[in-house]
């Protein structure tokens, strides 16, 4: 790219004049009103814990870019990394200790990103990464929940011991005991009405996903509101599994990537030890992104048929 | 019927041989470069895996344990699965070529794959019946193809990108071997383990 007289390209040659600053940029204006609420909810704390969490992410970023010795300057300035540093601290309790919040960025940024090329090239969601190492790590630091200065449930954890639900107004508002990002039902889908206005999320991901959840939750006889505004699934709807680099490309293959997601959420609620399973569903779907696009390509135009 | 299949889904996914209980890695490494011959090899490996489900439980049960010679089992299943599979190899080159040619070049590589003795030494553990075991060993050899054709799909992608040089091969393999596993933590407790 820094021979601007002469640039020789494949097809296609018409461009949409997205760049990947632009559409990071969009990305965190999108999760503005979901941090207010986190701000709201969860006090300094949570501020504290998306600042570190940044700031993980950026510095750890940098390091390896300045070890790999590409310029520094345009990594950072993409913006990848301040959104990977505001995702995972949107799936991090509000009790994280600031020092775990750290070490969850700098091993999604490492393990999840750089050790496979950096962005474009991973595999799975770096702070999908992040989170599931601090998870196995530190079983007990994720799953202390405080609302209102009281320990309390996630309303998922809460169904799980009494079968009882949580008022759908508390899970629409959020004011609910969870993660950072997630408990905030209506914030979220506004910074996704924004991204979708945008073009920078693929509806059918986030449709298929949500979508396949309120099926299987109604063919089971559950309740759909229920298990579609709780658990985070909303912020993984609009903001995980939308992921570009690590969802597929072809639209057939989005189809079943995201209703495999959605099938394995209700197959780990359900069934499983683990009361959430956002997190899992993505990273066990991001494992399978190379056959789908390899299986289920779409049809490329001009293709003649091959009967 | 509901019992087999708890047997099955639980051997693919909450105690994946690959993923969870770490058995077999030589051939997930080694085999896992393409897809295609992972899949070959995660048939070839349900194949024999079947096979040394049935010698072995007849083995255990009609024959270690009426004579009291339970300590020989390790020894004893060893030698009875790799020439077993050697049998099998010979038969298949003069019966079916094509079915030869398919997984030929992969049994002789796993006939001593520490995959294959453990689950001959699990069925016993785990009391399993005949039945029991051989969808035990089933669902072992489609949760081994599983791990292995996602590894493959996902190092055929990563073959064109910009990964430091250092970590090509069995150093992203096995780093990746571990966030999958991470992933499937996440069926811990599906179906009682």
Known sequence: MEDKKLLITPAPHIRSGDTVPGVMEGVIFALVPAMFAAAYFFGFAALQIILTCILACV???????????????????????????????????????????????????????????????????????????????????MTNWVFDGVTV????????????????????????????????????????????????????????????????????????????????????????????????????????????AGLLVMVIRIWGAAPGGVLYSILLMNATVPLLDR?????????VSKK | MENLLLIFAGTVLVNNFVLAQFLGICPYLGVSRQVDTAFSMGMAVTFVMTMAAMVTFFIQNYLLIPLGLEYL??????????????????????????????????????????????????????????????????????????????????????EMSDMPQALRGGAITLIMAGLMAMAFMGFAGVIGT
């Not at chain 2, 079916?96 to 689950?119: D, E, K, Q």
């Open chain 1, 59 to 141: 510095v750890t970023e940098a390091l390896w870019v300045y070890a790999r010795k590409k310029d520094v300057r345009a990594y950072l300035g993409d913006g990848s990394a301040v959104v990977t540093g505001i995702l995972l601290a949107f799936t991090l309790p509000p009790t994280t200790p600031l020092w775990t919040a750290a070490l969850g960025g700098i091993i999604g940024i490492s393990l999840g990103k750089h050790i496979f090329g950096g962005l474009g090239y991973n595999v799975f969601n770096p702070a999908l990464v992040g989170r599931a190492f601090l998870t196995v790590s530190f079983p007990s630091l």
């Open chain 1, 153 to 260: 449930a996630t309303p998922l954890e809460h169904y799980a011991a009494t079968e009882y639900i949580t008022s759908y107004w508390d899970l629409f508002v959020g004011s609910i005991g969870g993660c950072l990002g997630e408990t905030s039902a209506i914030l979220i889908l506004l910074g996704g009405a924004y991204l979708l206005y945008r073009g920078i999320i693929d509806w059918r991901l986030a449709l298929g996903y949500a979508g396949t959840v309120v099926i299987f939750a109604l063919l089971l006889g559950r309740d759909p509101i229920f298990h579609l505004f709780s658990g985070g699934l909303i912020l993984g709807a609009i903001f995980m599994i939308t992921d570009p680099v690590t969802s597929p490309i072809g639209r057939k293959a989005r189809w079943v990537y995201a209703i495999g």
């Open chain 1, 295 to 303: 299986y289920l390509p779409d049809r490329i135009f001009g293709e």
């Open chain 2, 73 to 158: 089992q390790t020894v004893s299943f060893i030698l009875v699965i790799a020439s077993l599979v050697q049998l099998v190899e010979i038969f298949l080159r003069k019966v079916s070529p094509v079915l030869y040619r398919a997984l030929g070049i992969f049994l002789p590589l796993i006939t001593t794959n520490c995959a294959i003795m453990g689950l001959a030494l699990l069925i016993p553990r785990e009391g399993y019946n005949f039945i029991e075991a051989i969808v035990f060993a089933l669902g072992a050899g489609v949760g081994f193809t599983l791990a292995i054709v996602l590894m493959a799909g996902l190092r055929e992608q990563l």
